[in-house]
């Protein structure tokens, strides 16, 4: 069996599973955020009025919150919502809930990684598609629906169809110019935004082991782009000292056979690699940057739990020293504890001396909520994750999304600029 | 179940366009209903009758997780949404939810079926019949699972 066979075996007590297989799987860890959070909570009242009981959940202890969406909150209603959710966090006894103004908030997916909230081994599901990114560090993770959450707060159970694993290997270390995002939106671009639809991506080779753990989370993270039930990569001796690092010690990697099967084996060469971006309205639109279109861009986007961990910041502030952006550009780093960092490294103040604005962790922009939404007509480049009509505000606005390089890159010049022609 | 079809000719009518982000904030289902489909046909709303049916291409619901994609078009009248394919979230937030029902279809039942035209679903024959046509198309049959929890009402009423 190959490593999510392996877990979701684990977690339902079978022997031996093979894609199509459908069992219900014992959940480990749960995150709600302040969209799926009043989702549930509606879909408690409804069950609640079905004589259903909510009195009580299977366990708050393996249940964790995030503010991530609509804070600081935009308006009275995700103001409102906020409240319902420390209700609801102190009605049924879950501690972990990350608050904005107390101390470490941020992204959720990037609080799974940066708390170490979520163990390699693990089957984790959060109300959110890009739970997927937490892959990386070996879990299962899974987004999921309201219902489906309720479900699994109220049972510790849900039901899975084993997914077919595509794998996706990359041999050799990436060049300095070229970054995870281009290596999945390169991917993006050759499966389309339904090929990995739901089948799970798994990431190895000797360029996969190079990599960052942070690196390695843009690639898990954008599997959702694709389509996928799951992102994965075995977790090594970086994501040890990753979770380590951060207090988490106590847990047992989980490795796929020597005789595992994937649907499909897909190669990629480092050496090869290029920055890329993929163009309105799909990821999978992509184009090599150096033949991107020449077109006039209004702002520049650096944020969301795809490009705002502190690499990604390390990755701009390279860029931006000692230059200025030409077009309106925001920073909003994806956690406290990652702003904190970004201060202590003196990148805020990089990006403060070229023009930025540094704004808080919230998903913002990026899924069209607040901080920075884009008018009509407006082009943005962003490091992000998705360019559908609409997403970062008026369905007529544009978005081409690109690695953090790329993103600073044209903020400094107002087009799409490959980093390696930046003078 | 019968019903007439609202049709989009495109591929990938992702969550965004189907209810934006802007209005993720809202918890009102019939609030949601005002604003479903807004991304790509600022008409749907008013237009939309009880029982009514989507058609649409490959990938229909991609993107983000939101429950009020389904939620949206449920309270807005849409008993079924038929597809060339359907993202995963999507469908299953429909099924265990109860909200829809989210059929696939072949290419020829999607290219033969017309905006306007009144269909008659089966689900137990795996049967749809264009009734302004005089055609019969079959469906993808349902999964096991997906099939039991349908059949029970939504995940909360399925016994495993």
Redesign the interface.
């Known amino acids: 069996m190959n490593i999510t066979e392996k877990i979701l075996a684990r977690a339902s007590g079978s022997k031996r599973l093979s894609p199509d297989d459908?069992v219900?799987v014992n959940v480990d860890k749960v995150m709600l955020h302040d969209?799926?959070g009043?989702?549930v909570?509606?879909?408690f009242d409804k069950?609640k009025k079905?004589g259903?009981s909510v009195d009580k959940l299977w366990d708050p202890s393996k249940v964790w919150v995030a503010e991530d969406?609509?804070v600081p909150s935009?308006e009275k209603?995700?103001a409102e919502?906020i409240v319902k959710l420390s209700n609801f966090t102190k009605n049924y006894g879950i501690e972990k809930h990350f608050k904005y103004g107390l101390g470490q908030y941020g992204i959720c997916h990037t609080l799974s990684h940066e708390e170490a909230l979520v163990l390699p081994g693990e089957v984790y599901v959060g109300?959110?598609?890009h739970?997927n990114t937490t892959g990386a560090l070996g879990a299962f993770a899974c987004?999921?629906?309201?219902?489906?959450v309720a479900?699994i707060l109220l049972n510790g159970k849900i039901?899975f169809?084993v997914p077919e694993t595509i794998l996706f290997k990359l041999n050799g270390k990436l060049p300095a110019h070229v970054m995870a995002k281009d290596f999945i939106l390169k991917i993006i671009g050759d499966i389309g935004?339904?090929g990995g639809?739901?089948k799970a991506m798994q990431f190895s080779g000797n360029g996969i082991d190079e990599m960052s753990v942070e690196e390695r989370l843009t690639l898990t993270n954008m599997t959702t782009e694709a389509?996928a039930?799951n992102g994965i990569i075995e977790a090594d001796q970086k994501v040890i000292d990753y979770l380590e690092t951060r207090g988490a010690t106590n847990f047992t990697p989980i490795h796929g056979d020597s005789d595992a099967n994937y649907s499909k084996t897909f190669e990629y060469e480092a050496s090869e690699m290029e920055p890329i971006v993929a163009k309105p309205f799909?990821p999978e639109n992509i184009s090599v940057v150096r033949e991107a279109p020449s077109v006039e861009l209004d702002k520049a986007y650096i944020g969301s739990c795809t490009g705002a961990k502190l690499e990604d910041l390390e990755a701009v502030a390279k860029i931006l020293k000692g230059k200025k952006v030409k077009i309106r550009t925001e920073i909003l780093p994806a956690a406290i504890s990652i702003y904190k960092k970004a201060l202590e490294k003196g990148l805020i103040k990089i990006f403060l001396d070229a023009g930025v604005t540094v704004g808080p962790p919230t998903c913002g922009a990026c899924?069209?909520?607040h901080m920075g939404?884009l008018a009509k007509g407006e082009i943005c480049i962003s490091t992000t994750n998705?360019n559908?009509?609409?997403?970062m505000g008026h369905?007529e606005s544009q978005t081409y999304l690109a690695s953090p390089l790329v993103v600073a890159a044209s903020a400094v010049t107002g087009k799409i600029t490959d980093p390696r022609d930046l003078n | 179940m019968k019903g007439n079809v609202i049709k989009y000719e495109r591929d990938?009518i992702?969550t965004?366009?189907i209810l934006?982000?802007?209005y993720?904030?809202?918890?009102d289902?019939d609030e949601l209903a005002t604003h479903a489909m807004e991304?790509?046909d600022p008409n749907f709303h008013s237009k939309v009758k009880e029982g009514d049916f989507i058609v649409a291409g490959?990938?229909f619901g991609?993107?983000?997780?939101?429950?009020?994609a389904p939620i949206a078009l449920s309270h807005s009248g849409i008993k079924a949404v038929l597809a060339l394919?359907f993202?995963?979230?999507f469908y299953?937030?429909s099924v265990?939810?109860a909200f829809l029902l989210p059929i696939e279809i072949d290419e020829a039942a999607y290219h033969n079926i017309a905006n306007g035209d009144e269909l008659e679903i089966n689900t137990e024959k795996n049967e749809i019949k264009n009734l302004t046509k005089n055609k019969k198309y079959q469906m993808k049959p349902f999964?096991?699972?997906i099939g039991k929890i349908i059949a029970a009402g939504?995940?909360?009423k399925f016994k495993?």
Request: charged letters at 20%; hydrophobic letters at 30%; a positive charge.
């Open positions: 459908v219900f969209v799926s009043p989702g909570i509606k879909v069950l079905q259903i969406h609509f935009a209603v995700s919502n109300g959110d598609s739970t987004g999921l629906g309201h219902t489906d479900y039901w169809k935004t339904d639809a739901y389509g039930k799909s899924c069209g909520a939404v998705r559908f009509p609409g997403r369905v | 990938n992702d965004d366009v934006p982000g802007t993720l904030k809202l918890h289902y991304g790509i490959k990938n991609c993107g983000s997780s939101r429950e009020h394919s993202a995963r979230i299953r937030n265990d939810g999964s096991e699972i939504g995940l909360f495993p």
